[in-house]
């Protein structure tokens, strides 16, 4: 199975910046919808961002509108996830993930994504 590799976190300072990548194979990235979910200590996972397989529609939740955007290039088989204007909440781990190919269910819920990549840790200092 194709596997999904996401990089790009850190520790950041508040109202800082950082981009996640989640690299994938087998043009998962054009087929698939693409999500991201955070974990954080204590908490449930939440619903980041996704985007369409067709790239037309993007989704984000509440806590992240306005301040986080999700791009794909297809070439390059990657999902990206901007994030700007960090806030301490925003840390946790990060999960990249993908839908059954060709599909495109609601992007806000975990159950309807199939593959998922290892997580990256976010961590945004006071």
């Known amino acids: 199975q194709v596997q999904l590799v996401e990089s790009g976190g850190g520790l950041v300072q508040a109202g800082g910046s950082l981009r996640l990548s989640c690299a994938a194979s087998g043009r998962t990235v054009r087929r698939s919808s693409m999500g991201w979910f955070r974990q954080a200590p204590g908490k449930e996972r939440e619903f980041v961002g996704g985007?369409?397989?067709?790239?037309?529609?993007?989704h984000y939740g509440d806590s992240v509108k306005g301040r986080f955007s999700i791009s794909k290039d297809n070439a390059k088989d990657t999902v990206y996830l901007q994030m700007n204007s960090l806030k301490p909440e925003d840390t946790a781990v990060y999960y990249c993930a993908a839908q059954r190919p060709g599909t495109i269910g609601p992007m806000s819920l975990d159950s309807e994504y199939d593959l998922w990549g290892q997580g990256t840790q976010v961590t945004v200092s006071s």
């Open positions: 985007i369409s397989f067709t790239g037309v529609k993007t």
